[in-house]
């Protein structure tokens, strides 16, 4: 199997995707994380933990996930006048610097620093309770083709009340829901904390699937 790295790994919505793809992932996260479900675990500062094994990480990986933390370019976290490093810059230095494939990750709030970003959405996958736009930048000598994205038709619940029927359920701050949420994405082991950090694993799966298939192509050529 492929053995990939995510970083800022979080509770592994990520993770858990990618391992459906046919990868071996390594997660890596400065908090320690007791529900991620990788199949190894470093807790580590990422800036520092890519600088200081850049050798072991070019040897060792043929793909890199990074998520960096999205609050530097949330609007929930600007309304609330908080302080957030942004990482997103740093993060890609480091990542060119290994030489290998890779995808960063982040909210729609950063796509002015994202580098030809895609957009995912819950819809693309058959999700009909959270629409989940993320975007995602791939690098390192690869893209990502631009699922269509069909046209919503239910209107998402306001932040502070439970969804009521017709529904999509923001996944932001202290929502409700974490039970829908949890079982139309099938990540059972995370909790509320863990599903405001992560993407679904059908995002990680997709992409997956796109970078194996296409390495798979230019291996045949």
Partial sequence: MPLLLDLYSCQGGATRGYQQA???V???DIDDQPR?????FTQADVIRFLADNMDWIRATFTFVHASPPCQFDSDCQRIMDREHPDLIEPTRELLDETGLPYVIENVGGATPK???PIELCGLMFGM???YRHRYFEAGGGWTLPQPHHPRHEKPQVKMGR???DGEVIQAVGNFSGVGIVRAEWDVPWM???GIREAIPPAYARWIGGQWLAQGSTEAAA
Wanted: proline share 4%; net charge positive.
């Fill in 22 to 24: 046919g990868f071996t």
């Fill in 191 to 193: 909790n509320r904390d």
């Fill in 114 to 116: 994202l580098k030809q």
């Fill in 36 to 40: 991620y479900i990788g199949d190894a």
């Fill in 26 to 28: 390594h997660g890596v």
């Fill in 162 to 164: 439970p969804a009521r």
């Fill in 128 to 130: 009909d309770r959270t």
